[in-house]
Every structure is written in structure tokens, then in C-alpha cells.
């Protein structure tokens, strides 16, 4: 499916923004802390006609790598929320997100009027692991993604293959993913990076790790109908997923009108890439 571009102001500059689809009921979608609104381009392509969804590249991330700092998860809700009221009415809106977007939406929605919030794998307050700080518990659970921000290939396809020899996406390869993929990539031949900084990441992974009870507190806070959906495996498709039983099971408790599903047989990525994963995201968000 092809997102038609435009940008949103936002302090700072602009940032870029897709609508996949032309139906008039809208959800807005943020995407994961190394990510792009590519992303979203395989749920999107399941969606009812009469539905749309508008992602954005956060800021520090794709074609909106250049809007300035201060950076963390607030930030980047106020930015989600702007890009929101470009489009329509929150009432009307579903507003989803993916891993850290997740988070992200769950902030622009305390306080806010949207229709429906849905998390997926993500969302719920990660602790900081025994002994490590912010910095290296995020080298310790995302350092393969965060490597690859400082690396250089030589050509878009070595990229792709990069990308391609990743444990989530063994067996899992479709044209979406490798669309994702060279829609991130940037650069001259010999020179091939991402387009994602390091720096946003950095801030806003430490601002997620460091503020669990800021996290918490939005969970009270939202007042639209919320919905987590996760994914059993994690992000090396390791077989501990991203938001684990033990850590679902104390927040369903706190917040008894959550609801919960485990979407079978995909990784922390491939809920948004593989087709019945994919698939039955688009269901839920357009329900």
C-alpha cells in the first residue's frame, strides 16, 4: 500500500506523517524505538476500506530525524497528540502504538478523549534489570537494534540482508518487511546507515526504563476503552516475550477493565508483519 506523505508542524519543525487508505474512520499509530511509520504498512493493507490509519515518524526517526531534542516519551505524545487534531477529532480516533509507541500513546491518551486505546507489546512499566542502569539495560535488551544505528553498509541491499539474517524475522520475510527496511536506509553506496540517531533513542529509552510510576500513573489516567495485545515471544524471538504472563497479570489486576489477548504463534515484530498476526491486529484496531 502506498501512504500518501504530508507533514505536521510540531516545535521544532515538521514532522512526517502517512495515511494509508482513504476511509473515514481513522486510527493513529506511533511506532517502536528504532522504527518508522513503515511499520504499519502491513496492518494498515488489512484494514477495512472504510478505515485509514495515520502513522508518523517519531522524532529522531526516519524523515523526521532532524527535528531537535529536548527528546523523551512526553515529548514525542505531545507531537502524537498534534498529529491527532491535524486529522480529526479524537472522539473519533483509535489510537494504537507498537513497543515504545505503545508507551507513547499510552501518555497522549492520559488526560485525552480518544475512542478506543489499544498497546501492542508494550505499554505496561518495564523494570530496570538487577544491577544495570537505564543505558545498560537498554544495551542489554535492544542492543542489536541499537548497534546497527552506528553502522555503515555498503549498499542498500546489504541492509536488507542484514536485516534478513535477524532471529525475528528467520522464516518471517515478506515484501513489507523489506519495504520497512529500505524505507529506514540512507546514504551514498559504501556509506548505507539508518536513518534513526542514536541520541533520541538513547533519551527516550532512558525516560521509559527510568519513569515506571509516570508510566503507571497514565495507566489510571486513561479514561478511553484500553486493550493490550502482545506477543508471546520476545525481540530475538526468544520464547519470553516482550511483556511477559507474570508482569500482564499484575497490571489486569490493578486495572480490571483492561483487556488482554496474546496473539499466538508471533515474535515483539512480527505481530505487525506476519499476515495472521497482522491480520488479526487490523480486526481488533477496526472492531
Keep these: 500500500m502506498n501512504p500518501v506523505l504530508s507533514d505536521v508542524e510540531v516545535p521544532g519543525g515538521a514532522l512526517r506523517v502517512a495515511?494509508?487508505?482513504?476511509?473515514?474512520?481513522?486510527?493513529?499509530?506511533?511506532h517502536g524505538i528504532t522504527a518508522s511509520l513503515m511499520a504499519w504498512n502491513a496492518v494498515a493493507r488489512r484494514l477495512p476500506a472504510e478505515w485509514s490509519l495515520v502513522a508518523m515518524d517519531l522524532r529522531g526517526r526516519g524523515h523526521s530525524a532532524g527535528l531537535p531534542g529536548p527528546y523523551g516519551l512526553p515529548r514525542q505524545a505531545e507531537d502524537v497528540n498534534l498529529v491527532a487534531r491535524s486529522v480529526g477529532a479524537e472522539s473519533d480516533i483509535v489510537l494504537t502504538g507498537h513497543s515504545m509507541g505503545a508507551y507513547i500513546a499510552l501518555l497522549a491518551a492520559a488526560g485525552h478523549d480518544y475512542a478506543r486505546v489499544v498497546l501492542l507489546d508494550g505499554g505496561l512499566p518495564l523494570p530496570l534489570l538487577p544491577g544495570l542502569d537505564a543505558d545498560a539495560t537498554l544495551d542489554a535488551t535492544v542492543g542489536p537494534a541499537l548497534a546497527r544505528l552506528d553502522r555503515t553498509f555498503p549498499s542498500t541491499d546489504a541492509y536488507v540482508d542484514f536485516f534478513r539474517a535477524h532471529p525475528a524475522f528467520a522464516g518471517n520475510w515478506t515484501d513489507d518487511v523489506e519495504e520497512y527496511v529500505r524505507y529506514d536506509a540512507i546514504g551514498p553506496e559504501g556509506a548505507v546507515r539508518s536513518r534513526v540517531r542514536q541520541e533520541p533513542v538513547r533519551q527516550d529509552g532512558r525516560w521509559l526504563l527510568n519513569e515506571g510510576e509516570e508510566i503507571g500513573a497514565a495507566l489510571h489516567a486513561v479514561k478511553s476503552p484500553l486493550s493490550l495485545l502482545r506477543a508471546p515471544r520476545g525481540?530475538?524471538?526468544?520464547?519470553?516475550?516482550?511483556?511477559?504472563?507474570?508482569?500482564?497479570?499484575?497490571?489486569?489486576?490493578?486495572?480490571?477493565?483492561?483487556?488482554?489477548?496474546?496473539?499466538e504463534d508471533c515474535n515483539h515484530y512480527t505481530i505487525l508483519f506476519q499476515d495472521r498476526c497482522a491480520s488479526l491486529v487490523a480486526r481488533h484496531l477496526s472492531r
Design 19 to 30: 495515511r494509508f487508505g482513504t476511509g473515514p474512520r481513522l486510527i493513529v499509530a506511533v
Design 235 to 263: 525481540l530475538l524471538d526468544q520464547p519470553v516475550g516482550m511483556i511477559p504472563d507474570e508482569l500482564t497479570a499484575t497490571w489486569k489486576g490493578r486495572l480490571p477493565a483492561l483487556e488482554e489477548e496474546l496473539v
